[in-house]
Nanobody, 129 residues
Framework: QWQLVESGGGLVQAGGSLRLSCAAS????????ILWFRQAPGKEREGVSC????????NYADSVKDRFIISRDNAKNTVYLQMNNLNPEDTAVYYC??????????????????????WGKGTLVAVSS
């Protein structure tokens, strides 16, 4: 049974930091590109960041560039999203998703949620002003 489980969300003041984790099981994690998405209340889901299976392709949404850092530990089947200098506009439910890495450059380049093979259930990040 496959699983993607996000953790690390919570309430933080503006300017603070959080590190989200996405733990995978039940599939060959090393073969998958992992993306982070978020959905704020009343808004559409948006791609936040992406890292391919080897870790040599990454991408970030413009809104989080230079503040968020994605990383992965294939030995632990886990992807991380370090979020720094958070602001209230970052408030959202954050999801991780996995796609088999055939076209990771395209997937990461677009940050599109089309074609994801697995999804987590999300973790809430709330940033107070």
């Amino acid at each position: 049974q496959w699983q993607l489980v996000e953790s690390g969300g919570g309430l933080v003041q503006a300017g603070g930091s959080l590190r989200l984790s996405c733990a995978a099981s039940g599939f060959t994690f090393n073969d998958y590109t992992i993306l982070w998405f978020r959905q704020a209340p009343g808004k559409e889901r948006e791609g936040v960041s992406c890292m391919n299976s080897d870790g040599d392709i990454t991408n970030y949404a413009d809104s989080v560039k230079d503040r968020f850092i994605i990383s992965r530990d294939n030995a632990k089947n886990t992807v991380y999203l370090q979020m720094n200098n958070l602001n209230p506009e970052d408030t959202a439910v954050y999801y991780c998703a996995a796609e088999l890495s055939y076209f990771s450059d395209i997937t990461c380049g677009s940050l599109s949620d089309n074609g994801m093979d697995y999804w987590g259930k999300g973790t809430l990040v709330a940033v107070s002003s």
